[in-house]
């Protein structure tokens, strides 16, 4: 399974941004989907995750009401969608895959596949 996340960049603070990641080499719509954000010399912090029927939705405190995130499973990503950007939203986000859960998890050792990762900076 691989994951390949793209859409980040340089945005100036109250900006938006959309993140996708896509899936390839396993059964998507199976999969539980998450977010992660990590800065350097911090832990990867939880952004938010979906259920495979993009039903239930959960999101980090930091970020609710600003970050949404969905999914397609014909085309098998999953987005983030930014908005009200802060420059502590400044980090290099990862999408990743749970392919062994029913319910949607904010813990990331239960996710199994995780992309490369995409840089967000947001400048004040």
């Known amino acids: 399974v691989q994951l390949q996340a793209s859409g980040g960049g340089l945005v100036q603070a109250g900006g938006s941004l959309k993140l996708s990641c896509v899936v390839s080499?396993?059964?998507?719509?199976?999969?539980?989907m998450g977010w992660f954000r990590q800065v350097p010399g911090k832990e990867r912090e939880f952004v938010a995750a979906?259920?495979?029927?993009?039903?239930?939705?959960y999101y980090g405190d930091s970020v609710k009401g600003r970050f949404t995130i969905s999914r397609d499973n014909a085309k098998n990503t999953v987005y983030l969608q930014m908005n009200s950007l802060k420059p502590e939203d400044t980090a290099v986000y990862f999408c990743a895959a749970d392919g062994y859960s029913d319910h949607v998890s904010m813990s990331l050792i239960r996710y199994d596949y995780w992309g490369q990762g995409t840089q967000v900076t947001v400048s004040s």
């Open positions: 080499g396993g059964t998507f719509r199976d999969y539980v």
């Open positions: 979906v259920s495979w029927s993009d039903g239930d939705k």
